[in-house]
């Protein structure tokens, strides 16, 4: 248990509104990053943080914004919701002292954007 | 770029045996490290395995073992005495130290069934 919790677990939403996810981490990692899971594209990087403030775009960044002003947390926002955003999102960390970067995942939130 | 490919949508095996899922990976790197995840129903992404690119022992974590070929970039996964627990999707996922964003690059993942 990597002490990552994610809020809300799910959430449903119309279109144009905006929407924030928040990860927790509880052990002062370093490094943190937001995915989405989509059927048939495994994960997908939207944006990652390596401290307090630093943050730069993954790969499928548009239409999302990061913030990082606390170490434990790192929340994503979605500005204007589209039907296109409906996604699983997890929240990851990785451990500083691991030298094999892998991650470590938080349960996932569920959005829907109707 | 690096890319990461499971060409198995779905595996299925009967409980107690043995089950081997593919990973391909396309790289120019010659070190970095592979990782299996897996994913239950309840959507928990838990890691299975890893193993690093320099090692040429395959990794082993009780059932779990891997057959790592470098030359080959294939990494699969080998799950004997298959318990229905084991049912989830699998994930290979692959990551180099030169990579500056810090990501994992995953597969689409394979769906194991069990059956009893």
């Known amino acids: 248990d990597a002490g990552i919790t994610q809020s809300p677990r799910h959430k449903v939403t119309e279109t144009g509104t905006p929407v924030t996810l928040r990860c927790h981490q509880t052990?002062?990692?370093?490094?943190m990053y937001w995915y989405r899971q989509d059927p048939g594209h495994g994960l997908r990087l939207i944006h990652y943080s390596y401290g307090v403030k630093d943050t730069d775009k993954g790969e499928v960044s548009d239409g999302y914004s990061v913030s990082r002003s606390k170490t434990e947390d790192f929340l994503l926002t979605l500005e204007s919701a589209t039907s296109s955003q409906t996604s699983v999102y997890f929240c990851?960390?990785?451990?500083?002292?691991?030298?094999?970067?892998?991650?470590?995942f938080g349960p996932g939130t569920r959005l829907t954007v109707t | 770029a690096q890319t990461v490919t499971q060409s198995q949508p779905e595996m299925s095996v009967q409980e107690a045996e043995t089950v081997t899922l593919s990973c391909t990976y396309d790289?120019?790197?010659?070190?970095?490290?592979l990782f299996w995840y897996k994913q239950p129903p309840s959507r928990q992404m838990i890691l299975v395995i890893r193993?690093?690119?320099?090692k040429q022992q395959n990794a082993t974590e009780n059932r779990f073992s891997v057959n790592f070929q470098k030359a080959a970039k294939s990494f699969s996964l080998k799950i004997s005495d298959s318990q229905l627990g084991d049912a989830a999707m699998y994930f290979c996922?692959?990551?180099?130290?030169?990579?500056?964003?810090?990501?994992?690059?995953w597969g689409a993942g394979t769906k194991l069934i069990i059956k009893p």
């Open positions: 990851a960390i990785r451990p500083g002292t691991s030298g094999t970067y892998e991650q470590y």
């Open positions: 996922a692959y990551r180099t130290p030169m990579d500056s964003n810090y990501q994992l690059i």
């Open positions: 052990e002062n990692h370093r490094y």
């Open positions: 790289t120019s790197e010659s070190d970095y490290y």
């Open positions: 193993q690093e690119a320099y």
